[in-house]
């Protein structure tokens, strides 16, 4: 079974590294990445299902709107995670993934609290959709160089997104020999997608 805490480990140390360098190229001193805003439907009160902020979820595998990195070259990555305190809405814990202890995590339940916490971060660098929210903030506003890198580096997987990659085809996989089943069952042919499926699940 992989050690997923060594993984990350080295994970969060390419981002680490590569974050600093693009930062010293760049003369900013704080990189800030937000996990995105949702979106909610014109004249209701439901919200589109949201999508994190890629860059976002390059570095942290937390769900959920709203919560801030803040990336500092020789410091320990600070997450800002907001958990609202919601009358309708249940807000669960988060207990302890694997992931937690290599970030220095703060909660907060008020997100105008959150905002003004973000402050005395020296020259910042911000990539994110949140940009209202921080239309006060005196902030670079995914600059493009900035983008550009982090773009480019998410097209060279860690060893640690390797294993996410192949986990998630294993799932895959065995959703499709379940349907495989049911098809011979009944008769039908079966696509040839299933038949890779089946060889992937003996890898």
């Known amino acids: 079974m992989a050690d997923l805490n060594a993984l990350f480990r080295e994970h969060i140390q390419i981002r680490e590294s590569s974050a600093s360098e693009v930062l010293s190229k760049t003369g900013y001193d704080c990189l800030v990445i937000s996990s995105g805003r949702p979106f909610t439907y014109f ?31 020789g410091r320990k990555v600070s997450l800002y995670r907001y958990s609202p305190e919601d009358f309708w809405y249940e807000q669960k814990p988060l207990g302890d993934p ?3 202890p290599f970030f220095d995590i703060k909660e907060f339940s008020n997100l105008e609290t959150l905002k003004e916490s973000l402050k005395d ?33 998410r097209s060279f997987k860690s060893n640690y997104e390797i ?3 192949l986990e998630a085809e294993k799932l895959g996989a065995s959703g499709l020999l379940v349907v495989n089943k049911l098809l011979i069952k009944v008769d039908v042919p079966v696509p040839l997608g299933i038949a890779l499926a089946e060889l992937l699940n003996s890898a």
């Open 43 to 73: 004249a209701d009160d439901n919200d589109a299902p949201f999508h994190t902020v890629p860059h976002f979820n390059h570095w942290c595998p937390l769900g959920g709107a709203h919560h801030f990195l803040i990336i500092r070259p």
């Open 98 to 100: 694997f992931w937690t």
């Open 121 to 153: 971060f020296g020259k910042v660098a911000y990539i994110g959709n949140e940009l209202d929210f921080l239309s006060d903030k005196d902030w670079a506003m995914n600059p493009e160089s900035i983008t550009k890198h982090l773009d480019w580096t």
């Open 163 to 165: 294993h996410c990659i």
